[in-house]
């Protein structure tokens, strides 16, 4: 892939020294490097709000019955950022099996009904999804509890494809806590599927 696309790297923890936010900064610079526009957002440091507002509540209702409804702002600049990017990578440490809560409430709060679904429009369907996990647990313990057929079936189709989005990758960095920090970073980044040389 030559061409230049536009990409968000999202991130949600508040340790800016974290190996999660090192992951997303070295895939940032890696992007970066490769001749792509990145755009890098911690939930975190921006105080992005994830849990659904009374706002939030009246807009599905309203949306659900087909009437008008204006967003809050938060929601909107995000949806706004979504709709001009070729590109989502979300780094993220794995939670109880799991999204942490400021990822799953960005998902939440952002991808409404009549905009991420529930549209003939498919605003998102052009989007490439790459989903950068950091686990505690190695390959075997994920196996024997088939989290990474749950997890697909939960993120990659319950949410994505619900929206449209075929394109999707989940990269597993397994018992992130051994690893040193540079040389866990270097290994998300490469296996980032935006790369020129399509590494697996």
């Not at 940032?28 to 659904?52: C, Y």
């Not at 498919?122 to 075997?140: R, Y």
Request: hydrophobic share 45%; net charge negative.
């Amino acid at each position: 892939m030559n061409s230049q696309l536009k990409v968000l790297v999202l991130t949600a923890h508040p340790d800016p020294g974290s190996l999660t936010v090192a992951v997303a900064h070295t895939v940032v610079s890696t992007l970066s490097r490769d001749g792509h526009d990145v755009l890098f957002q911690n939930l975190a440091e921006m105080g992005f709000w994830p849990a659904f507002t009374a706002e939030d509540v009246a807009a599905y209702r309203e949306l659900s019955a087909g009437r008008p409804f204006t967003l809050p702002e938060d929601v909107l600049e995000q949806q706004r950022i979504l709709a001009t990017s070729d590109a989502l990578v979300i780094v993220f440490p794995v939670y109880w099996w799991s999204l942490p809560a400021h990822i799953k409430g960005w998902l939440d709060r952002v991808f409404t009904r009549g905009w991420a679904y529930g549209s003939k429009d498919n605003v998102l369907g052009h989007l490439k999804v790459h989903l950068i996990a950091l686990t505690g647990g190695d390959a075997g313990l994920y196996d024997r509890h088939e989290y990474q057929r749950i997890a697909e079936t939960h993120i990659s189709h319950g949410v994505f494809e619900r929206c449209g989005i075929s394109q999707v990758k989940i990269t597993w960095l397994w018992e992130a806590a051994r690893w040193p920090t540079a040389a866990l970073a270097e290994a998300g980044a490469k296996k980032s599927f935006l790369k020129p040389e399509g590494v697996s």
